[in-house]
């Protein structure tokens, strides 16, 4: 994220907006907390030009820490005008006690009023964290009251929260999900929608326009890169991985795009004889038909141990609104409890081929 900000000042954007997950957070802890905001707004400190603060579920995620913001910034969903364009900055953690995105009445008002008053507005830019959309609990979050007070207008939406890049169309606008910007990352590049980016934006009479910069790709005028110095989150628990790759086929022809996913085996202790399944890594399947595991970062394989490989082939992945697309495959394939594939992962590099039949 520092490196981010060292990059903007190159940039000189009119300002600049965040989408949620500022901090660690997910702690009580006051002094937890205020060094880690602390930290945050050194980095926030050294732009060149406004930083717009969005909430996201480790900003808010009880009690202290919303205490902790509202001491801080004030009000978690705003509005304001920018040469005659609507910015509304959204909360999707409210009430923050909620574990599911959700958008309370108060701001589903405040939402309906600001586009009351700024019914001339030449376009809108909704900012949220959670792209709430994708989320189980559509019906009842609150976002389709959003969508409905937005209908008619000419809007674009940014959210964040997956850590992976996916462009959605509804009501035929732009939603866009972005990646990361130092968040975490198996970093897998382009086809996994997986790297660190911060999104421009140049408005237009008829529009944005969208350009995703990767910040392995932002230099100045020296060529030198931009180093800082983040200590960064450290994962604890993880097991050692070995190199895990192979080949995926259907009936002889490499099954290119398709998705493999192990998933870890072990022995159920709620259900004798049954068995319980982990997600544990992916890979997309290359036109050649071969595939490198991930599991905690890019390429690294898997943990040792016995596995359920579930294939599935959905082109593309996810439709407009965010449903997975019909699989292709035989559904016994899909599933980890459906497939009969297996792969035993020892503590050495692992080649494994998988011949699907129809």
């Given at each position: 994220?520092?490196?981010?900000?060292?990059?903007?000042n190159?940039?000189?954007?009119?300002?600049?907006?965040a989408?949620?997950?500022?901090?660690?957070?997910?702690?009580?802890?006051?002094?937890?907390?205020?060094?880690?905001?602390?930290?945050?707004?050194?980095?926030?400190h050294k732009?060149?030009?406004?930083?717009?603060?969005?909430?996201?579920?480790?900003?808010?995620?009880?009690?202290?820490?919303?205490?902790?913001?509202?001491?801080?910034?004030?009000r978690?969903?705003y509005?304001?005008?920018?040469?005659?364009?609507l910015?509304?900055?959204?909360?999707?953690?409210?009430?923050?006690?909620?574990?599911?995105?959700?958008?309370?009445k108060?701001?589903?008002?405040?939402?309906?009023?600001?586009?009351?008053e700024?019914?001339?507005a030449?376009?809108?830019?909704?900012?949220?964290?959670?792209?709430?959309w994708?989320?189980?609990?559509l019906e009842?979050?609150?976002?389709?009251?959003?969508?409905k007070?937005?209908?008619?207008?000419?809007?674009?939406?940014?959210a964040?929260?997956?850590?992976?890049?996916?462009?959605?169309?509804?009501?035929?606008?732009?939603y866009?999900?972005?990646?990361t910007?130092?968040?975490?990352?198996?970093m897998?590049?382009?086809?996994?929608?997986?790297?660190?980016?911060?999104?421009?934006?140049?408005?237009?009479?008829?529009?944005?326009?969208?350009?995703n910069?990767?910040?392995?790709?932002?230099?100045?005028?020296?060529l030198?890169?931009?180093y800082?110095a983040?200590?960064?989150v450290?994962?604890?628990?993880?097991k050692?991985?070995?190199p895990?790759?192979?080949k995926?086929?259907?009936?002889?022809?490499?099954?290119?795009g398709?998705?493999?996913?192990?998933?870890?085996?072990?022995?159920?202790p709620?259900?004798?004889?049954?068995?319980?399944?982990?997600y544990?890594?992916?890979?997309?399947?290359?036109?050649?038909?071969?595939f490198?595991?991930?599991?905690?970062?890019?390429?690294?394989?898997a943990?040792?141990?016995?596995?359920a490989?579930?294939?599935?082939?959905?082109?593309?992945?996810?439709d407009?609104?965010?449903?997975?697309?019909p699989?292709?495959?035989?559904?016994?394939?899909?599933?980890?409890?459906?497939?009969?594939?297996?792969a035993?992962?020892?503590?050495?590099?692992?080649?494994?081929?998988?011949n699907?039949?129809?």
């Open positions: 994220f520092s490196m981010a900000v060292e990059q903007l190159l940039m000189q954007p009119a300002f600049v907006v989408v949620g997950d500022l901090i660690e957070g997910y702690t009580k802890d006051q002094a937890t907390l205020g060094a880690q905001w602390k930290e945050f707004q050194g980095f926030v732009l060149q030009m406004p930083f717009f603060y969005v909430p996201g579920n480790h900003d808010l995620a009880n009690a202290v820490e919303a205490k902790e913001w509202e001491g801080r910034f004030g978690r969903f509005h304001f005008l920018y040469r005659d364009v910015f509304l900055a959204l909360n999707s953690d409210d009430p923050h006690e909620d574990k599911d995105a959700r958008i309370s108060e701001q589903i008002d405040f939402v309906q009023k600001t586009l009351k700024n019914a001339k030449r376009w809108t830019v909704v900012f949220l964290h959670k792209p709430m994708v989320f189980n609990n009842k979050s609150g976002w389709l009251d959003v969508e007070a937005l209908e008619g207008r000419n809007y674009t939406v940014f964040g929260h997956v850590h992976r890049y996916r462009k959605f169309v509804r009501q035929g606008m732009n866009y999900q972005l990646a910007t130092g968040g975490g990352s198996k897998r590049g382009l086809q996994y929608g997986e790297f660190d980016h911060v999104v421009w934006v140049t408005m237009r009479k008829d529009g944005p326009v969208i350009a910069l990767m910040l392995d790709g932002i230099y100045s005028e020296d030198k890169k931009t800082t983040e200590d960064g450290v994962r604890r628990g993880l050692s991985t070995y895990v790759h192979g995926v086929s259907m009936d002889g022809t490499p099954l290119a398709a998705h493999v996913i192990f998933y870890f085996m072990e022995d159920d709620k259900k004798e004889g049954a068995k319980k399944y982990s544990t890594g992916d890979a997309f399947v290359e036109p050649d038909g071969s490198i595991l991930s599991t905690y970062q890019a390429n690294d394989g943990p040792v141990g016995e596995y490989v579930a294939i599935e082939l959905r082109d593309p992945y996810y407009g609104n965010g449903n997975l697309s699989n292709r495959l035989p559904e016994r394939y899909a599933t980890a409890k459906s497939t009969d594939l297996r035993k992962v020892k503590a050495e590099p692992n080649d494994f081929s998988f699907l039949s129809k």
